[in-house]
């Protein structure tokens, strides 16, 4: 039998049989594969990427065979459809694709369909609803406030902001209702949210959707030379890796650092990723005069080459315009990394869950640049975020979350037969 995964970051088919997906998921895959045990074959089920995408972002691309990791593709639509094309064009071949894979498909893992115009997952939960497969429903980032922070920070107007709360947040939250009302199991990233729409059910969870293994971790040897290393390096370094889109706030990270320098500060960013704003971005540094400053890595595969360039760096930056829940969190405090992030719902949890995060008025740059200075002055209390955050990094491995996920779909699996 089958153990479906669906979801919304498109994929690209090689070959029968052969297809490559974004590095990161790829690793997540692979330990999803093996937590699920021989029993049942790993579907994904994704958008399909076109050919020249898939060889723009190749670089940063796995590639799986179905005979030989027992993980098969099934291509949902071109992630490059319109809403238009979706509704006219794929709609009813994916219903009809979903109907024929629910056949042979043990447990169905979704989740919540942010992608209003073309609700992929939406068709999978119902379609598994129907043929009664147990169902397991992930949400993975906190929307509620996501209007309302685009409204205060001038993205969006009135306008769109009454749209966002009354049609987009409607139909994410309705969902997610319906899901706790007819899923066996409800994965969280966020508390709160559990407290809201959960209620004390058993089967509605908070959870860590982390990528990092045991092995990503420092050793306690390696732990000691940093530690020796964040208080001898006179130069405080600052990060940030991802995708560089607005919702990131990049920009305020980069002004950040030059109300830091004009207060004395000597702290420098590296940028490391890829992504739209790339030149907008570079082009602020140039306005700021800041070329010294920040410097900018083009992104690189999750793993080694990714935690030699943290190996560099003191800490990482995180700051969200919109509420988010990056991995990248995670990665940093395995690599003894702690962070300066903004009070987001998200990261005042793991504030108080790893004491390794330090705090700052969202969306303030002045608020980042006071906490870059405190931090530069403090290197012993440096320190001490960056080993709290390796200890908490090491209780919330994949492997840690994957098992626990896996215990929990046995539980409802076994009610369900």
Known sequence: MDYIIAVQTPAYALSPGRFATESAFGEHLKQLRKSIGDNFRLVLLAPHLDEGEYERQKPHFVTFETERDAIAFVPAYPAAASFHRFWFWYALPLIRSLDSVMERTAIVHSGLSTDVRRPMLVFVNIVGRLRRRPVIFIVDIDFRRHASQRLQTGEIGVWKYLLTRLVTNVFKESQLRLAILSSQLVMLKSQSMVDKFGKGLSHVKNFFDTVHTDNDILSDVQMEARASWLQREAVLRLCFFGRLVPSKGVDRMIDAIKLARDQGSSAVLTVIGDGPLREV??????????????????????????????????????????????????????????????????????????????????????????RIIELDKDRERLTVLALRGIEFARLNTQQIWLKRRAEWTREFAAQHH
Not at 306 to 332: G, K, N, Y
Not at 340 to 369: C, E, M, N, R
């Open 281 to 370: 971005l570079a082009s602020r540094v140039c306005d700021c005069n800041l070329q010294e400053r920040v410097r900018f890595v083009s992104q690189v595969p999750y793993g080694p080459q990714l935690f030699e360039l943290l190996q560099e760096q003191h800490v990482t930056l995180a700051a969200p315009v919109i509420e988010d829940t990056p991995r990248a969190a995670f990665d940093s405090m395995a690599r003894g990394l702690p962070l300066i992030a903004f009070d987001t719902s998200y990261f005042q949890d793991l504030a108080k869950l790893s004491h390794a995060v330090t705090l700052a008025k969202w969306p303030s740059p002045a608020a980042l640049a006071e």
